[in-house]
């Protein structure tokens, strides 16, 4: 069955009915960038960085960072590379990067309200993703976003990174496209803001799940309350992607729900094209998208709109997904 599922590495993901959906790729380290290509990943669509933070004695250098991303966007070769800023605290810690204990990390000190009071180390890494621009398709993705101030304040420590690199005469992207993480109710809340000051929105279901259910993502006790299908979490998705669609500017999705293959009728319905997954999940959701038609998964969708608990949604997509088979 895994070789069999290997052909499809080379085959685009279209649905039967001409629907074309783009596939990337989750990853934490250039390790696994042999695999993204062997099983036919468009692009990275999430680099996690922290990885490159982690097991070591101290924060990375700008070169250092640089060696690693440029790695990415070179083994892409033309293929997009989103890297996201470093999105510590909550479940990841960094051993040399002492966090306060807190009762509530996940509310917490983490993500990008750590790169906004510790700048110099956001402005390296921004200052190494940029020297990686000018190798390669590169964007730049802010984690964690909860308001439009708070994507003005990156945006103006990168305009410093590009001022520095401009001192210095190193080539940068100058148009590099900058995106937001929309994974905190607040951002979806106020996704139309968001969207005046950002390039593109890449939807963190992972969090926004634990977010808007209140159900903390780590905590086994309510593992069985983590519901991606939800309604509260079906009309948020849709609340983003009206709201990148009026401003003009793309969606994609990263979180796990994507790799599950029994939302592609959501995506479908909504007009979200860009699913960006762990690796182990490319080929399978591949699978599924060219045996679906987009004419029935928008049926399906928009039935799923009409329902009003998560076990009716899960299940319809569920059934669905098996008689597609
Ligand atoms: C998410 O929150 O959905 C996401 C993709 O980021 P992470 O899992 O790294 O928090
Ligand atoms: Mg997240």
């Not at 101290?58 to 997009?80: A, C, D, T």
């Not at 960094?94 to 180390?121: C, H, K, M, T, W």
């Not at 969090?207 to 808007?212: K, M, S």
Request: charged share 25%.
């Amino acid at each position: 069955r895994k070789e069999r599922l290997e052909l499809l590495a080379s085959v685009e993901a279209v649905t039967k009915d001409g629907t074309e959906m783009r596939l990337s790729a989750n990853i934490s380290s250039v390790k696994e960038l042999d695999m993204a290509v062997k099983y036919g990943a468009l692009g990275v669509g999430l680099f996690r960085t922290e990885f490159l933070y982690m097991d070591r004695a101290n924060f990375p250098s700008e070169e250092e960072q640089f060696q690693v991303y440029l790695q990415i966007v070179r083994k892409m070769e033309g293929r997009h590379t989103v890297i996201r800023t470093l999105d510590i605290g909550g479940d990841k810690q960094l051993d040399y990067f002492p966090l306060p204990q807190e009762d509530n990390p996940f509310l917490g000190f983490r993500a990008i309200r750590i790169s906004l009071e510790r700048q110099e180390l956001f402005q390296t890494q921004l200052t190494a993703i940029l020297r990686a621009s000018a190798y390669g398709k590169t964007k730049i993705m802010y984690p964690m976003i909860s308001s439009v101030d708070e994507v003005r304040q990156a945006n103006e420590i990168l305009r410093r990174a590009m001022a520095d690199l401009d001192a210095r005469g190193i080539p940068y992207d100058p148009e590099i496209p900058v995106g937001v993480m929309i994974e905190v109710p607040a951002a979806v809340t106020i996704a139309d803001l968001i969207a005046k000051e950002c390039d593109f929105f890449s939807i963190g279901t992972n969090d926004l799940v634990q977010y808007v259910l209140a159900v903390d993502r780590m905590n086994e006790q309510i593992a069985h309350m983590y519901h991606p299908y939800h309604p509260a979490i079906l009309r948020m998705l849709r609340t983003i992607v009206e709201a990148a669609r009026d401003a003009g500017i793309p969606v994609s999705v990263c979180g796990e729900m994507a790799g599950d293959e029994r939302s592609i009728p959501l995506w479908i319905a909504l007009g979200v094209h860009d699913l960006s997954m762990s690796i182990q999940s490319l080929l399978r959701v591949k699978h599924r998208i060219l045996n679906t038609s987009a004419q029935e998964a928008r049926a399906v969708a928009e039935e799923c709109y009409k329902l009003t608990t998560n076990g009716e949604i899960e299940r319809l997509l569920t059934e669905f997904n098996e008689s597609s088979r």
